[in-house]
């Protein structure tokens, strides 16, 4: 009889990519993949293979636990042991790497009504 076996050597201790549980649903990740694609010349959708939402659940899942690392330090320096999106914002703007979030955390920020003097000047 023939056996399952998975797509690629990614995940190991006897996980497979095929069957294996995933942090984040890999059906919601190929419809924003596909949703971000847009169309392509001749109007169909964008063809995405089986592997891809699996290597960028992965990847999801390493940004999402560097970011919450990152945030999670923020916490610690003001003596608290709640993350609080001014935590969240701390780490992205200490960090070169997530320079591509920062307009993302400023919008955040004055959507949620920071607009007072103090609070700006602490996420600028």
Not at 43 to 50: D, E, H, L, V, Y
Not at 66 to 77: G, S
Not at 86 to 104: G, I, P, Q, R, Y
Request: hydrophobic content about 45%; glycine content about 10%.
């Amino acid at each position: 009889m023939r056996q399952a076996r998975p797509y690629s050597g990614m995940f190991c201790g006897g996980v497979s990519v095929r069957t294996g549980p995933h942090a984040l649903p890999l059906a919601r990740i190929k419809k924003i993949m596909k949703r971000s694609a847009g169309e392509t010349a001749d109007g169909g959708a964008r063809m995405i293979s089986g592997e891809a939402p699996v290597v960028f659940s992965k990847a999801c899942e390493l940004f999402i636990a560097e970011l919450t690392r990152r945030a999670w330090a923020a916490t610690l320096d003001g003596k608290r042991r709640t993350v609080h999106k001014e935590d969240v914002a701390t780490a992205v703007h200490n960090t070169d790497l997530f320079d591509f979030l920062v307009d993302v955390v400023m919008a955040v920020h004055h959507a949620a009504g920071g607009d007072d003097g103090d609070d700006a000047a602490a996420l600028e």
